[in-house]
């Protein structure tokens, strides 16, 4: 049961302390099961990060859901999503009557006007350190930039890019191997 508590905590102290949700949860998700527990290595985070990323649902959840099985199977599972919902899940319940009423207050303008460029920021750092881990070649740079415009600028949609890039890689191995 001390596994399923610590996969709680960890996973409260993501969704509580990490504003904007998604990608702005990578940095503090790394840090906290890479870093810290130590239940995943940069590689099976990036793994980990990828399928979420690929699959229906949100971001953390999809990468509880893996750290949880991981760590403790079925109950891991429970314990992580539990944590990764429930702090969301008080503040929207707090405060939805709050922000409904006052959201074109001064104050909340001012607040989300500084929150978002940090968004930014900390999902700069988390790219730095995930392409840092992945040792891509610098020939391999212009992969991950590509698909960040892609995505960003809404050309193409994610689903179609992941599929396109698992086909060039299986091309380029089947070249490659060939040689």
Not at 63 to 79: C, D, E, K, N, Q
Not at 140 to 168: C, D, E, H, K, R
């Amino acid at each position: 049961m001390k596994k399923e508590v610590e996969l709680f905590w960890a996973f409260f102290k993501i969704g509580a302390f990490t504003l904007g949700g998604g990608y702005a949860m990578i940095p503090l998700m790394q840090d906290e099961i890479v870093s810290k527990k130590k239940w995943l290595t940069d590689e099976e985070f990036l793994d980990a990060l990828a399928i979420a990323q690929s699959s229906p649902g949100v971001l953390a959840v999809n990468t509880s859901i893996m750290t949880g099985y991981r760590i403790s199977g079925a109950l891991g599972i429970a314990a992580a999503v539990l944590g990764a919902v429930l702090p969301s899940f008080l503040i929207i319940l707090c405060l939805s009557t709050v922000i409904i009423q006052y959201r074109e207050a001064k104050l909340f303008q001012q607040i989300f006007f500084g929150v978002k460029p940090a968004t930014v920021g900390l999902i700069f750092i988390a790219v730095y350190k995930l392409c840092r881990s992945t040792k891509l070649k610098w020939k391999q740079y212009w992969i991950p930039l590509l698909v960040a415009v892609l995505i960003g600028t809404n050309t193409i949609s994610p689903i179609w890019i992941i599929i396109f890039t698992m086909i060039i890689g299986n091309l380029y191995y089947a070249w490659r191997d060939k040689k």
